[in-house]
């Protein structure tokens, strides 16, 4: 079985450092980034299963990296993550969420339910 590979952007380096160190855990390939020019700037196209990436962040916000990296690669599955509840409410019912309902990921997140959501994500395919 082949390894899931997951980019994250998150400008938080708490965030990224935990999300990476359970997912590696759980036996997935993880890149994680603070800054998001600089995970695009080293995005291979047709390598990552799924990315993560916060909305709120300096130099590049998560949708205009999710605009980029959907011109480079339209086979990932790209979720957001906010912290935001009202970010969350608002984007889940707004242009996103016509797409997927759950193309959001509400920070916190409890370790157990970010792993069900990503294998539930990758079940899909």
């Known amino acids: 079985m082949k390894t899931k590979k997951i980019l994250i952007v998150d400008d938080e380096p708490d965030i990224t450092l935990a999300f990476n160190m359970l997912l ?26 799924i990315a993560l990436l916060d909305i709120k962040m300096p130099k590049m916000d998560g949708f205009s990296l999710y605009g980029e990296i959907s011109k480079r690669d339209n086979s990932i599955r790209i979720y957001f993550l906010t912290a935001s509840e009202e970010y969350y409410e608002t984007f889940r ?7 997927d309902k759950d193309l959001f990921i509400q920070k916190p997140i409890a370790n157990k339910e970010l792993v069900k959501r990503i294998n539930q994500i990758l079940d899909k395919n």
């Open 24 to 49: 590696r855990r759980e036996g997935f390939e993880v890149d994680a980034f603070n800054d998001p020019v600089l995970a695009l700037s080293k995005f291979t196209p047709n390598y990552y299963d």
């Open 93 to 99: 019912d707004e242009e996103f969420a016509k797409i």
